[in-house]
């Protein structure tokens, strides 16, 4: 459809696509909000189960936020992260997930010194380029008074690969703090196990791809399988933890307990819940 529609100032008949358009602007306002919704308190936390394959126990949880947005209604990450950390709010964001995280974690701990579990948290790039991250967490810690082990720090391989300088010594920093980290969706970018095993890492999270290709009545052979029983044992050796994500049924659970994966997350255990369903759980 022609509109007529003003671009670079000049108003002229254009071609555009209005669906796209209302797009472009969701992304706009979503964008200029961002910044003032941290200091409103529209964001929320849920929580997923870190399960022992073997075991069946609650090792941990991993922290996922939400916006509660006051005219798009609960918004999943997938649609405002990438906003955040091109415009930079995701500093503010990233620091407000990391306290209430920690904040929580300690309320468990507490209340279940028995039964303790880690909280996992997702750190993304820029914040640990553009903030100091370092400061922050031992800020945190402090604050909260949550044991430095129980907290683990989810990066993805691209705020680590070919990491020097900055990120480097961030990372060395916090895992001197008894911090842990975790590489994030692995195998989905280099994957280079071996430079991962020089940098203080302590755990795998093998991206959710792997376990989605395991066999089934239509891939009776696939290769996933084979190459997430390679790395597992290659992990192990490098002295990493490996974490599946996206099991979503008790197959693929019994499949990955058998290769040696030590935790599993996914729908086969639990969807991301509100805290009081951990707690819950803990209590129950
Ligand atoms: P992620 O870190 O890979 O988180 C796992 C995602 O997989 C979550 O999506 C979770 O709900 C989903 N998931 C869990 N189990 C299953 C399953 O069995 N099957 C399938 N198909 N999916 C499952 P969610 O909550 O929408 O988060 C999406 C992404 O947003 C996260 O991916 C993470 O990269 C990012 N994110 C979430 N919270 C934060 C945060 O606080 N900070 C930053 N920087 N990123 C975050
Ligand atoms: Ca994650
Ligand atoms: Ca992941
Ligand atoms: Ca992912």
Redesign the pocket.
């Known amino acids: 459809t022609l509109y007529w529609a003003k671009a670079d100032g000049k108003a002229r008949w254009t071609l555009f696509d209005p669906e796209r358009n209302a797009h472009r602007m969701t992304r706009q306002a979503l964008s200029s909000t961002l910044r003032q919704a941290v200091e409103r308190g529209e964001f929320i936390?849920?929580y997923?189960p870190l399960v022992g394959l073997d075991s069946g126990v609650l090792r941990g949880v991993?922290?996922?936020?939400?916006w509660q947005h006051p005219h798009f209604g609960r918004l999943?990450?997938?649609r405002f992260?990438g906003l955040?950390?091109e415009n930079g709010s995701?500093v503010q964001?990233?620091r407000w997930?990391l306290a209430e995280s920690c904040r929580q974690a300690r309320v468990w701990q507490k209340d279940h010194p028995d039964d303790p579990i880690f909280i996992s948290?997702?750190?993304?790039v820029r914040?640990v380029w553009d903030s100091d991250l370092v400061a922050d967490v031992a800020a945190i810690l402090e604050e909260t008074g949550l044991p430095p082990e129980l907290l683990q720090l989810?990066l993805?391989e691209s705020a680590v690969m070919g990491s020097a300088g900055r990120p480097l010594q961030a990372l060395h920093a916090l895992s001197e703090m008894g911090v842990r980290i975790a590489i994030?969706?692995f195998g989905t970018g280099y994957s280079n196990l071996a430079y991962m095993s020089r940098l203080p890492v302590s755990a795998l999270?093998l991206?959710?791809s792997f376990v989605?290709g395991f066999r089934s009545a239509e891939h009776p052979n696939p290769a996933d399988e084979t190459i997430v029983e390679a790395l597992v044992e290659l992990a192990h050796r490098l002295g990493l933890t490996v974490t599946a994500?996206?099991?979503?049924n008790a197959e693929q659970a019994e499949r990955l307990r058998r290769i040696g994966c030590d935790t599993g997350?996914?729908?086969?255990y639990s969807?991301?819940v509100a805290a009081e369903r951990i707690s819950e759980l803990l209590a129950g």
């Open positions: 936390l849920e997923q991993e922290a996922l936020v939400r999943a990450p997938d992260i955040a950390e995701i964001l990233g997930v948290v997702n750190v993304a914040q989810e993805t994030d969706d999270k991206d959710g989605q994500e996206c099991v979503e997350q996914g729908w086969h969807r991301p």
